[in-house]
């Protein structure tokens, strides 16, 4: 099991930027695809960004493309959200998920993530 601890997240104007991070613990961090969700009152937890385990391969829904990037640092054993241009629509707790499947492809639906972190709260104001 992946342990994650995400960090970062706070209270932000709208148009301001976040970094949210992700720490995990594990062996076979670097072979594993990472994403980032979020849910927002509502029962839909929704898809925000993957990366492979390399970190050659990237995916974003289409609500945050151009606005978020996703990265990683495997020496570290951390994922990266940096959030530009926010949106009131982004107030959310966003979480980090860990797919244990060794180089597979990068899941980009939250069933198909075995682990999770806690959640940070991201709350940006108009």
């Known amino acids: 099991q992946v342990q994650l601890v995400e960090s970062g997240g706070g209270l932000v104007q709208a148009g301001g930027s976040l970094r949210l991070s992700c720490a995990a613990s594990?062996?076979?961090?670097?072979?594993?695809?990472m994403g980032w969700f979020r849910q927002a009152p509502g029962p839909e937890c929704e898809f925000v960004a993957a990366i492979s385990g390399p970190g050659r391969s990237t995916y974003y829904a289409d609500s945050v493309k151009g606005r978020f990037t996703i990265s990683r640092d495997n020496a570290k054993n951390t994922v990266y959200l940096q959030m530009t241009s926010l949106k009131p629509e982004d107030t959310a707790v966003y979480y980090c998920a860990a797919d244990r499947a060794l180089f597979g492809r990068v899941p980009v639906t939250s069933t198909e993530y075995d682990d999770w972190g806690q959640g940070t709260q991201v709350t940006v104001s108009s």
């Open positions: 594990g062996r076979t961090f670097s072979r594993n695809a």
